[in-house]
């Protein structure tokens, strides 16, 4: 059993960066990893996904802007958001996901990012 806890979220102003932890209580090398994001009112959004051996892809909307990465050596991922914009402004979530099992697979309880001022 994997357990994931987001952290790093918080109040920032349009054009700034935060960063974004996603930390598991095990080894998740052979977890594929997702930010997804929802907003008040909208669906869930994939954000960025980081696959085992460290390819990346990005939504449309966040490509160029955020940037994910993976420590495996400390069971942690990553989500480096900059320039960031009031549309941004959501609950983002990590998901695990094993390349084994489709049923191998968690979910954090998510951390709130506010883009205003």
């Known amino acids: 059993q994997v357990q994931l806890v987001e952290s790093g979220g918080g109040l920032v102003q349009p054009g700034g960066s935060l960063r974004l932890s996603c930390a598991a209580t095990a080894s998740f090398s052979i977890y594929a990893i997702r930010w997804y994001r929802q907003a008040p009112g909208k669906q869930r959004e994939l954000v960025a996904h980081?696959?085992?051996?460290?390819?990346?892809d990005y939504g449309d909307s966040v490509r160029g802007r955020f940037t994910i990465s993976r420590d495996n050596a400390k069971n942690t991922v990553y989500l480096q958001m900059d320039s960031l914009k009031p549309a941004d402004t959501a609950v983002y979530y990590c998901n695990a996901l094993s390349d084994y099992s489709n049923d191998d697979e968690y979910w954090g309880p998510g951390t709130q990012v506010t883009v205003s001022g």
């Open positions: 980081i696959t085992t051996s460290g390819s990346t």
